[in-house]
């Protein structure tokens, strides 16, 4: 009995999966840099910034920005600060 319901649950499952829709997204954007400085040996500050777009093959569809600041010492990141 227990097997029958395995097996049951397995053909559900892959004939479930056989009959789904495809998601299919496209995301664009840029990102940059803006500001960079090293303020003492093998420590540095940079701010950052991001915006981008993505439609997908349903009604889904958005854009994004960000923003942060980021210290880095002896090439470690140390502090992220996001907007």
């Known amino acids: 009995m227990k097997y029958k319901i395995v097996l049951i649950f397995s053909v559900y499952f892959l004939i479930n999966k ?5 998601f299919e997204w496209t995301l664009t954007g840029k990102d940059e840099y803006p500001f960079f400085e090293e303020y003492e040996k093998d420590k540095m500050f940079m701010l950052y910034k991001n915006e981008g777009q993505f439609t ?6 958005g ?21």
């Open 18 to 22: 056989l009959f789904s829709a495809e």
């Open 56 to 61: 997908t093959n349903t009604t889904l569809f």
């Open 63 to 83: 854009t994004q920005f960000a923003a942060a600041s980021i210290e880095m010492i002896n090439g470690n990141k140390l502090k992220t600060y996001l907007q």
